[in-house]
């Protein structure tokens, strides 16, 4: 029963997306009558009323629907120092949405036979050729470790399951090991090399037997070291050729051109008293790494983006790999990335597939998103989701963490779905 089930949830997706084969995102003013604007105009309200009460410092909303921008807009400060007024344009420091497009550039290779998605990652990187799992973490750092059941794959870097954790945000026990083998969430750095970064990361323990839970971690940095090592180019440019020049996606960058420092946003943060302030070096990372010249990309979290952009990355995907006449991935490892891949909800509630959450039938009840919409956001506030359904794609992207008004992405997804006839 649960492989009928499996089955029919595949055949499903990749029924839908074949129906969208072609779609190209238009930006004109032509009315959706799916749409009620009237409805739609409430997100103006409500986006000018944070940015009013001072909640937030600036939006940019963008809506798709049918493959028609009905609503993108920037609301308050890009840079509420200066006034500089947001613009929907505006580029902002995406963090882990880079996640998906790595993913899918990871996917490109395995389209092109250049790897399997059950290889182990010490095919490409020696140092975890020789993993343990962490059994117990003592006071003074060292600690003790128990044989790996088997490999860690790339199947596993997509999914998460790979035991490998996160520095700064991750648990206690494996933040103190990677601090003390000096790694880094990798954004900021210039000098590193990512080649022996991700070597060194492959040397230390596991958080946990792979393919036995999901963590949040350095699992698609590790696979943007791989595309590297597969490719012989760095990331930059790999996903430049396979993904943004294919797609028209001039605004998404790890080493941002200076013609273009002008749009990137603030970044801002909470004091105790969760008043907004602007993010300093001393929060922990430079806010201004996106103009940093470097070669060390980070994977997970190093891009900077429009919310046009990656709104046109989403179209792509759930066109089944293909827009505006360029294929950059085949139907049939689309329809893999948008399959739950995992026999636990990795969240509780959700999905996770080759890159995405992807909401399921107990998540669609609880919320506005439909089964099978995919989605994930960045960790200075931006957020993201594609309900093919519906046809419809959302991005709210903000500059701020934390955020005390955490609602406002919410109350946004809310009115876009009042929204629909």
Known sequence: MLIRKSLLFVLIIVSTIACQAQTTIKTTNTPDPSVDYKKIANIDTMMNGYVNRDWIKGVVTIVVKDGQVIQNKGYGYADAATKKLMEANSIFRIASQTKAIVSAGILILYDQGKISLSDPVSKYLPGFAHQKVLDSLYA?????????????TIRDLLTHTSGIDYPVIGTNKMKAIYAKAKITTGLGDVNESLYDAMNRLGTLPLAFQPG??????????????????????NLEEFLRKNIFEPLG????????????FNRLTTAYTEDSLHHIIPWTVETGVDPDYPKITKHYFSGGAGLSSTALDYAVFLQMIMNGGSYNGKTILSKRTVAMMLHPQLDFKFDGTN????????????????????????????????????????????????????????NIFQKFEQLVYASLK
């Open 140 to 152: 003074d750092t060292t600690y003790t470790t128990v044989d790996v059941n088997r490999a860690v």
């Open 212 to 233: 036995t839970q999901w963590r949040y971690g350095l699992s698609i940095d590790v696979l943007g070291c791989i595309i590297e090592v597969v490719s012989k180019m």
């Open 249 to 260: 996606m001039n605004d998404t960058w790890f080493n941002l051109p200076k013609d273009k």
């Open 351 to 406: 999905d996770f597939g080759l890159g995405f959450e992807i909401t399921s039938d107990k998540g669609s009840a609880d919320g506005s998103r439909n089964q099978g919409s995919f989605s994930w956001g960045g960790y200075f506030g931006t957020i993201y989701w594609a309900d093919p359904k519906e046809k419809l794609i959302c991005l709210i992207m903000t500059q701020q963490t934390p955020n005390s008004h955490f």
